[in-house]
């Protein structure tokens, strides 16, 4: 069974992985991935005023590369609990990205994959042509903050919050409510949250990030710690 973390771990990422389940190691979900799809383009979409917008549809897209810290806040809404984990992510153009949340690390260098769990201790090796590289990090930021619509909900000068909620046509979305905070002056995304249908809330709260930095080769390479077992697929 999938833990709180290793749940919320793959909403961020969104990567369609076809995996045996390994004892210790979460596995990313095609239904979660079905999910998303059914979301992104079964939903009626709405026009936010271009000057906003624009600005983060020039940002956010497969040609730039990003170097970001996030703060991740979870509401389970049936348990009335939360749960709160911090990380960062990299991304580059040739589907290279890096996230490390805690005690996970999701690493690609555009043609090899790796997932690791330090608690327990293992790797798990793909090749990156394997997966659904519609779910990948780089392509999720480009879906959601490049190609998606919404409305502007507020602006008080410096942040606008825009915003995207679900209707009768979009029943069966994941998601009921999206919300993105981001800058007047320069587009850049500094909250992201999101509503599902079970009324559980997903925050995530982006900070130092910079814009086509750059950032060293390694960084996309994953290092197997020698006291890792390995699970390699690749041929």
Request: hydrophobic share 35%; with cysteine.
């Amino acid at each position: 069974m999938h833990s709180a973390f290793s749940r919320s771990l793959e909403l961020f990422l969104k990567i369609n992985v076809n995996l045996r389940p390994v004892t210790g190691v979460f596995c990313m979900s095609k239904k979660t991935a079905a999910l998303i799809l059914m979301m992104l383009f079964g939903a009626e979409s709405f026009s936010a005023p271009a000057t906003v917008q624009s600005l983060i549809r020039s940002k956010y897209n497969q040609n730039v590369s990003l170097e970001t810290q996030f703060d991740m806040h979870i509401w389970w809404s049936v348990r009335e609990r939360d749960e709160k984990k911090s990380g960062k992510l990299y991304i580059a153009p040739g589907d290279r990205f890096r996230v490390e949340l805690e005690s996970e690390t999701v690493v690609s260098d555009g043609k090899s994959f790796w997932q690791y769990s330090e608690k327990s201790a293992q790797v798990i090796i793909k090749n990156l042509q394997d997966l659904d590289l519609s779910f990948h990090p780089s392509r999720l930021f480009s879906t959601y903050l490049s190609e998606y619509s919404f409305t502007e909900k507020q602006n008080d000068g410096s942040t606008a919050v825009l915003s995207w909620k679900a209707d009768s046509t979009a029943s069966k979305a994941p998601w009921s409510a999206i919300e993105v905070h981001a800058s007047v002056k320069n587009g850049t995304v500094s909250e992201l949250k999101l509503t599902d249908s079970s009324g559980n809330v997903y925050t995530y709260k982006f900070r130092k990030t910079v814009f086509n930095p750059k950032i060293p080769g390694k960084v996309f390479k994953f290092e197997v710690p020698g006291n890792a077992q390995v699970h390699d697929s690749r041929k």
